[in-house]
């Protein structure tokens, strides 16, 4: 007998349809194995599908997050698309979402109809390490050199950072795939443009050659220009990415410390609903 799944088409950190990053929330994954979590998560070609499961701690369910290649312990916007998801029947203002990298509780913001407009996630804080081969990183994806010292930032996804002079060198950016394949890690782009950040995130080793909109890199970006004093801790940074892909987002992130060490890191940004489906094995 046929098996059917149910889930529901977001797109993340975006107002309106048809922009930010694309996500797949099955609701119910309790009859699927690991192996076909991942091959439905091939399928579908999203740069993550996240899978709902029960609790298992305190939580108001665990969440399982795949990328076409792999499985991470936490990303962001499977966890902010997942919360605007689950939080509309739940009606509750907060939601706590067991990840492989923790608890993660979500505030979640509604309008005068009680639709939610906006969430904001405290994510995990990032371990900080020097990137080992910051020239590599470079000609991989294209540049001279970076205007900050070359990081990663790990709270489940290792992503290093290169900052650039300008948003039209991040936005000319065609770097080498099969380089930083080998590499591996999650490299991001990153450049002030105006009164925002212009950023691009490239992790072809995960299956996922750009990505519209990063939130577990957007946290770490906040500690990393906070770390090197181009924005102030506390101070709420907007992020725009996902231009050349035609999925333009807008993310928000803050970072606080204490005694001069990450203390908590905020993540937020919109999320619309456009379409549920059945998925039959």
Same mark, same amino acid.
């Given at each position: 007998?046929?098996? %059917?799944?149910?889930?529901v088409?977001?797109?993340?950190?975006?107002e309106?349809p048809l922009a930010?990053?694309?996500l797949?929330?099955?609701?119910?994954? %309790?009859?699927?194995e690991? @192996?076909?979590?991942?091959?439905?998560?091939r399928e579908l070609?999203?740069?993550e599908?996240?899978?709902?499961?029960p609790?298992e701690?305190?939580?108001d *369910?665990r /969440?399982?997050?795949?990328?076409?290649?792999?499985?991470?312990?936490?990303?962001g916007? $499977?966890?902010l698309?997942a919360a605007?998801?689950?939080g509309?029947?739940?009606? %509750?203002?907060?939601?706590?979402?067991?990840t492989?990298?923790g608890? *993660?509780?979500v505030?979640?913001?509604r &309008?005068d109809?009680?639709?939610?407009?906006f969430?904001?996630?405290?994510?995990p804080?990032?371990?900080?390490?020097?990137?080992p &081969? $910051?020239?590599?990183?470079?000609? !991989?994806?294209? *540049?001279?050199?970076?205007l900050?010292?070359? =990081?990663?930032? &790990? !709270?489940g996804i290792?992503?290093?950072?290169v900052?650039?002079a300008?948003?039209?060198?991040?936005?000319? /950016?065609?770097?080498?795939?099969?380089?930083l394949?080998?590499?591996? *890690?999650?490299a991001?782009?990153?450049?002030?443009a105006?009164?925002?950040?212009?950023t691009?995130?490239f992790?072809?080793?995960a299956?996922?050659p750009?990505d519209?909109?990063?939130?577990s890199?957007?946290?770490?970006l906040?500690c990393?220009?906070a770390?090197? #004093?181009l924005?102030?801790?506390? @101070?709420?940074i @907007?992020?725009r990415q996902? =231009?050349?892909?035609g999925r333009?987002s807008l993310l928000?992130?803050?970072?606080e410390a204490? &005694? #001069?060490?990450?203390?908590?890191?905020?993540?937020?940004?919109a999320?619309?609903?456009v379409?549920r489906g =059945? /998925?039959?094995?």
């Open positions: 007998m046929a098996r %059917r799944f149910r889930f088409l977001v797109d993340v950190f975006a309106r930010g990053n694309q797949a929330v099955f609701t119910d994954a %309790r009859e699927l690991t @192996e076909e979590m991942q091959a439905i998560a070609g999203f740069s599908t996240v899978f709902v499961l609790a701690a305190e939580g *369910v /969440l399982r997050i795949f990328t076409p290649r792999r499985e991470v312990p936490f990303a916007h $499977p966890v698309g605007f998801v689950l509309g029947p739940l009606q %509750r203002g907060t939601l706590a979402l067991e492989a990298g608890a *993660v509780p505030a979640l913001e &309008d109809a009680g639709r939610i407009v969430a904001r996630m405290s994510q804080v990032p371990a900080v390490a020097p990137y &081969d $910051p020239a590599g990183l470079c000609r !991989a994806l294209g *540049v001279e050199r970076s900050l010292p070359v =990081e990663t930032y &790990d !709270a290792r992503h290093a950072f900052v650039l300008s948003a039209e060198e991040v936005a000319a /950016l065609a770097p080498d795939l099969a380089a394949a080998a590499l591996g *890690v999650a991001n782009c990153v450049a002030r105006g009164g925002s950040w212009k691009r995130m992790w072809p080793s299956g996922i750009e519209a909109a990063t939130g890199a957007a946290g770490p906040a990393h220009l770390r090197h #004093g924005v102030p801790w506390g @101070e709420e @907007e992020i996902g =231009e050349e892909l333009p928000y992130a803050r970072a204490v &005694d #001069g060490e990450i203390a908590r890191v905020e993540v937020g940004g999320a619309v609903v379409g =059945e /998925l039959t094995l």
